[in-house]
């Protein structure tokens, strides 16, 4: 079934017909991340007109992570910019090493609890960017023997301009991971798209569960846009998610205090910029399931989802789920990327749609480093099957 999702993407499709790669005049500079502490105002109007929408790169999300999270001083930032403006931004690293192997990189900076890593780029500056890029890899590539380029939405805007730029320059490279994740796009409504989802049995089995659980108290769902009460229900949140297998799993945020600050700040950043909706399930105005999604038109990104284990036999995070299928009747948002593992076995019992997310490596530098790359890349890749997204 086509989708706007799809429909989005397809507008991407011209850049395989011809790609110009002479390097406009546009400048890309290396940046500490610190430096950006000034530039919050164009990081965020960047954001605005992102040609592909990734909040876990934006202002509010992005220098949360930095201040919070460990090891993060060698990170810096690719900025590149367009008649003085601000029109692309990707954090970078340099690792002495690719996953288990000591083989020195270039790679993007993402963490555990960065869902996305595709860059920031202006519309229309997508070619530009890419360009600038791989040019300054190339001119700079220290000990690393290739770009390795992670999270990236796959046949997306940015993807599909970095293909045909690579095509183009007959650079080597390759998808090296590839893994299908549950997303929410349809042109149905909330109802229809439960019916088509789900079998008769399964939503009477639901009905059920919320009137059972209905007659433990006063069951009530909550959706909110607005920045009041933020820290309580961060704090709520950290709390339920902590409660469960991830807090014995020792994965959970509020387990360490570092993605604990992310969150509570990060989820403060989002609301004061229009970014945050809050779901929440709860029974006698305890929460038993709750959801924080980012709104990043024309997506969103279901960012983090907990559930009350004592109440598992009522299904709370399901029922929360078929609450929040409600976006589908938003104008501003095509498509909702669930930011959750392949074969997830709750999230993907509703959400039929599915966005791949890939990984790729990429030749940097002279003959000779090109030349070794291509060994790795093909022992690699001698590993890895790809198969597109359904």
Known sequence: ????????????????????LRIPA??????????????IAEWDRLALDASEPNPFFESWYLLPS????????????????????????MPITRSPRYYRWPVPNLSSWVHDNCFCGVPLVARGAEVAFWLALLRWADANPGSSLFLHMRGITENGP??????????????????????????????????????AAMSGKKRKELRRQTNRLAERGLLRFERRHDTADIGPWADQFL??????????????????????????????????RGRLERLTLSLDDRPIA??????????????????????????????????????????????????????HPMIERIWREKRGIVRLSIAIGGPVRRAAFQHLLRAERSRVTVEPAS
């Not at 799809?6 to 110009?20: F, H, L, M, P, T």
């Not at 400048?27 to 530039?39: K, N, S």
């Not at 205090?257 to 950043?269: E, F, K, S």
């Open 1 to 20: 079934m086509a989708s706007r999702y799809q429909d989005a993407n397809a507008r991407s499709d011209g850049y395989a017909d011809a790609v110009d």
């Open 26 to 39: 546009h400048t890309l500079t290396c940046l500490p991340w610190r430096a950006l502490e000034g530039r």
């Open 66 to 89: 930095l201040l919070n999270l460990p090891a993060t001083d060698a990170v810096q930032v690719l900025c590149f910019e367009e008649d003085g403006r601000l029109a692309g931004l």
């Open 158 to 195: 940015l993807h599909t301009a970095l293909t045909a730029i690579l095509e183009a320059d007959g650079r080597p490279s390759g998808i090296v991971h590839h893994e299908a994740r549950a997303m929410l796009a349809s042109e149905l409504g909330p109802d229809a798209y439960l019916e």
């Open 239 to 272: 709390a339920l998610e902590r409660s469960g297998w991830k807090g014995q799993a020792g994965s959970a945020m509020a387990c360490d205090p570092g993605t604990a600050a992310l969150l509570r700040q990060a989820l403060d950043g989002a609301a004061a």
């Open 290 to 343: 709750m959801l924080a999604t980012f709104l990043t038109p024309p997506g969103a990104y279901s960012f983090k989802t907990a559930f009350d284990e004592e109440f598992a036999a009522y299904s709370p995070g399901v029922l929360l789920q078929r609450e929040n299928l409600v976006v589908l009747d938003r104008p501003d948002i095509a498509w909702t990327d669930s930011c959750a593992s392949a074969d």
